[in-house]
């Protein structure tokens, strides 16, 4: 059974600052796992932040986070990390970790596991 766990790292942060998300994966299988990051906001549908490839550690970004973001993976722990730095109002949301096999990383339904979710507020 895999368990999701995000261990601190939310909360809130002036613009131009820096907050770092952690995630835990518990009893996945040693397969090519996407995990990746994700932010909601009311109203809106689910983003795709950024991923990385489990085994191989390719990753992908969306637009707006490139240069800002950096997202990676603890293979020995299974933790999952997303480095968020230069940080802008933009940027508040509910971030959630992800694992699955998405037909391409920015589908959310493609994911079979989910963190419970983290708030990061970003205030100017």
């Known amino acids: 059974q895999v368990r999701v766990t995000e261990s601190g790292g939310g909360g809130s942060a002036l613009a131009g600052g820096s907050l770092t998300l952690s995630c835990k994966f518990s009893?996945?299988?040693?397969?090519?796992?996407?995990l990746s990051w994700f932010r909601q906001v009311p109203g809106k549908e689910r983003e795709g932040v950024s991923s990385?490839?489990?085994?191989?550690?390719?990753?992908n970004y969306a637009d707006s986070v490139k240069g800002r973001f950096a997202i990676s993976r603890d293979v020995n722990y299974d933790t999952l990390t997303l480095q968020m730095n230069d940080l802008q109002p933009e940027d508040t949301a509910t971030y959630y970790c992800?694992?699955?096999?998405?037909?391409?990383?920015?589908?959310?339904?493609?994911?079979?596991?989910w963190g419970p979710g983290t708030q990061v507020n970003v205030s100017s």
């Open positions: 009893g996945l299988t040693f397969d090519d796992y996407s």
């Open positions: 990385i490839k489990f085994r191989s550690g390719t990753t």
């Open positions: 992800a694992a699955g096999f998405p037909l391409r990383w920015t589908i959310a339904r493609g994911y079979n596991y």
